[in-house]
């Protein structure tokens, strides 16, 4: 026993002592890496194409980028984020570069419009007209600067609502912004809704009730009404919705689960003039030739999109049908923008660009996609992995070298390059090798774990599966609800667990997943679950659960067939059983005793234990259902005290060994329970943000509390410090960041927990005598005895979210993947967030790995990951183990998404990529030949010798 | 691609893109020609729903303030990474406010508070210290600046990158030594060692000793490394 611990210890001590930040040659970019760029569900898009040269779609996304989309390819040319604020920014197109910015003044955040000429040429000073926090803004195009002086005097009118039943209507001449009139004219039954402009002096509102059309006229300042009820125009109508697509003279409401087409008449008359489908998509309206004017509609049939082109004024006129067969799993069409241009007959052709429900982003254009974008994924919620099917010996592989003269020159060609003898075309030849080498897309498991399936859940509720080799996605799935109902066709996704995973039993069976959505937005709307199967991407089952879900907690319990057992909590206090089995069931009966759970309630600054206590009473449960019982409360007081963060161990992380060695010989234990949650609260002026307190009036504190027990383990406070904190927890540590207001720099902590009870077990006479407490039965209960080790260091760089490295046995030493505001993720070894730094480390504590302590975290800018890439919108980093112990899968995603494969101390188990087989051969047939000729020299010597 | 088209032409083709950072309305916006074709009327509706009796009656300039500074990068210092001012951002308060440069390498930060401040740039290839920005409220906004790296504090708000980031190992040259080093490369050492320098060795040993210990192996049957090597007992 004593020796297993010291092989390992050495082992340990070997590990860390083979120091290494991650390092890449420039020619290893996109060998274990990819990175996709995505730009998320498009809102609004303008054609660029009126001119030679490539033509572009310009496009703002809900993720807040705007970006440039070459037509041809949907390659993104330039892609910029912006932040929510005020502020009006112009863009130069070719390359993106920021022309002008500036400020509206508005005190509070509001719904903002913008106006902009068509035609918008630089050199003619256009005004932008822009409307924020109540103010009206006229903005030259060409510096940005606030003016008001149009080429000619006119007057601009200016509708508005005030309390939501009074119009308004300003006449303000542009070229001095004073008001020349002003007339308001109350509604008494009140406005709701969509605003839809139908001409230069009508726009029609629906009232309150949403069941009557108002159409107000505000000729010459004088405002009309005209009341229409909706009724009128379709028979039994329900609440009526105003879509916002500008069409002249028409407006489009939804009703009834159908779109009717009402066309206004001069006199404020409305009647129907078509109606479509209640799934159709519109795009606003295009001037085409000869003044006419079209609008494109969408809708699905079948499994085929109709894409239809018709004028405005003329809805008979259909210029363009056409029918594209589409992916089921991209759901409805959801908006349309068109274009026009000119076919070499000089006629008029169209081309669409198209959103899906899946917010996938297509061009359409002659019938056919030209090219598809899975925007989805710029908006991940949720990530889990899942393995990939085990080879089976039917299945033929590819193969990668033909032959052994191949292989060699393969290899002769590799060791040139490390030698840095190749030329430019063998440098291109290695480099297309090495990216088609070792089947590194195949879909199947690979001995050393390198090939997996990352899960992502998107906000979109579609799920996909992305493989690691070359992050191609290997199927995708959109949800769907199982009853169909009309408030819940399609449940928004809110998390994935990992259902089934099957290792020693149930080998035939597929893992699964299993993907918890809701009905809505709201928290008590009742809960879809979604069981599928990661190999084929096939829902297997899914079911409307009839309970809100508050938190899922998988159990560490499986059943026969290595299902996972799962407690999802509703409002009501209640948990509910899944898998909904007897032999689940009974299982949970055993351990009924030993679950525990816990909820925070961050707006109250309470944290509440939870434990069961019996079945569900009433009719509707079933004995799926418990009721719980509050254990234990912990209540931060609210007038000092704000929860800004929690967090706790992932449940499936594997620690190695609970002891670790000092210098001297020493043990110490590490207090390595599951049961701790790490809470971070701050004084509530603090929880603003930074430069908005002073260093006297914050205070961040963080407390180690034990969820079984409610016990405060540990508290920490630190003055004159704030939020944000981004914290990450492993093991016995937790690692925090958070900004210290003194110095004004953000600070880096470090907290190493410590079980003391276990401290005396160092007695190695004690071990051989058995007189030591390691066989002792732990209990969450009892009182531990520990002890804590805390440091800090200034850190250079504000932080969006930190992770831990996690490998197989959790022998490898770990590194922290902290994600910078600037979209690259760094790694950082633990060793330099170790409390047993010191100043002057003695000789035995270099020995051991232990760096000399110093103020601040070093920034190697060889150990970004990401290296010259960034991780747009970076928002969360997963990681995962791979079989090898070395290896971990490192995946972060945001707007774009990125995988690396990292080894945080080296490949010490497997040769490396580049290892030279070619060099090793080489020195083998050196041998021999030395051999050889050594052979012969010393038998002629030999017989020289004799012959004397 | 754009050389080939006319002067004339060029600013046409230089069109510029309006973004607007909230939430983007449609804005229900057309210019119509009415009685006189000069006078273009812009029809500018704004929908103000729920939008509360809480106008705001001024914007309250007296206690905010606009930082404007400028990043300025060495062409000395810029490696491999061309200095592209479109991917730099400026970042406030850690990301309470972010914005981009202008082709002249300004950048501006409206309706900032009195108060101490934290400025970060993040550009690609570079590492820029933040920096500590105190708006003075009694002196109408004046600001002074300090590198929280260096705690040098600057004189005017031009920032400057610290280092420029290598983001990748540079592959060592072809060495001689770095293969003699190699493990091979110390293989082969030893064995050249062994073939060249062991005759010379075995020529010092006795030549009777060397029967005897060719005899001893002869008995043992098995021999070992240790019994080869008498010299180094």
Known sequence: MAMAIKASLLLLVFLSSAIVSFSLYEDQVGLMDWHQRYIGKVKHAVFHTQKAGRKRVIVSTEENVVASLDLRHGEIYVITLSSQGSTLRAWNLPDGQMVWETSLHSAQISKSLLSVPINLKVDKDYPILAFGGGYLHAVSAIDGERVLQPPESSIIYVLGFLHSSEAVVYQIDSKTGEVVAEKSMVFPDGFSGAVSSVSSDKIVVLDSTRSILVTIGFLDGDISFQKTPVSDLVEDSGNAEILSPLLSNMVAVKVNRRTIFVRVGGEGKLEVVDSLSDETAMSVSLPVADDQVAFASAHHEGSKIQLMVKLVDDLETVLLRESIEMDQHRGRVDKVFINNYIKTDMSNGFRALIVMEDHSLLLLQQGAIVWSREEGLASVTDVTTAELPVEKDGVSVAKVEHTLVDWLKGHMLKLKGSLLLASPEDVAAIQEMRMKSSGRSKLTRDHNGFRKLFIALTRAGKLFALHTGDGRIVWSMLLNSPSKSEACERPSGISLYQWQVPHHHAMDENPSVLVVGRCGSDSSAPGVLSFVDVYTGKEISSSDIGHSVVRVMPLPFTDSTEQRLHLIADTEGHVHLYPKTSEALSIFQREFQNVYWYTVEGDDGIIRGHGMKSSCAGETADEYCFTTKELWTVVFPSESEKIISTLTRKPNEVVHTQAKVNTDQDLLYKYVSRNLLFVATVSPKGAGEIGSVTPEESALVVYLIDTITGRILHRLSHQGCQGPVHAVFSENWVVYHYFNLRAHKYEVTVVEIYDQSRAENKNVWKLVLGKHNLTAPISSYSRPEMFTKSQSYFFAQSVKTIAVTSTAKGITSKQLLIGTIGDQILALDKRFVDPRRTLNPSQAEKEEGIIPLTDSLPIIPQSYITHSLKVEGLRGIVTAPAKLESTTHVFAYGVDLFYTRLAPSKTYDSLADDFSYALLLITIVALVAAIYITWVISEKKELSEKWR | ?233
């Open chain 2, 1 to 233: 691609m754009f050389s080939s088209s006319s002067p004339g032409s060029k600013k046409d083709l230089e069109t510029r893109l309006l973004a607007f950072d909230d939430n983007l309305r449609t804005t229900t916006m057309a210019p119509i020609l009415r009685s006189t074709p000069l006078a273009a009327l812009l029809v500018f509706q704004i929908s103000l729903f729920f939008f509360a009796s809480t106008l705001p009656i001024s914007s309250g300039t007296e206690d905010s303030y606009t930082i404007t500074g400028r990043v300025r990068i060495p062409a000395s210092t810029a490696i491999g990474h061309a200095a592209k001012f479109s991917n730099i951002n400026v970042v406030l308060n850690g990301g309470q406010n972010i914005t981009f440069l202008r082709p002249d390498g300004y950048f501006s930060f409206h309706k900032v508070p009195a108060g101490t401040h934290l400025i970060e740039v993040y550009a690609l290839g570079f590492f820029f210290s933040p920096v500590r920005v105190d708006v003075s409220a009694r002196h109408h906004g004046k600001v002074q600046a300090t590198l929280t790296e260096t705690r040098r504090s600057l004189t005017e708000l031009v920032l400057e990158p610290l280092r420029a980031d290598q983001y990748y190992e540079l592959r060592e040259p072809f060495n001689v030594m770095a293969i003699l080093k190699s493990p091979m490369g110390l293989m082969v050492g030893f064995m050249v060692v062994v073939v060249f320098l062991m005759p010379k060795l075995m020529e010092n040993i006795d030549p009777e000793e060397l029967k005897r210990t060719q005899e001893e192996l002869r008995n043992q049957g098995v021999p070992s490394l240790s019994s080869l090597l008498p010299a180094s007992r």
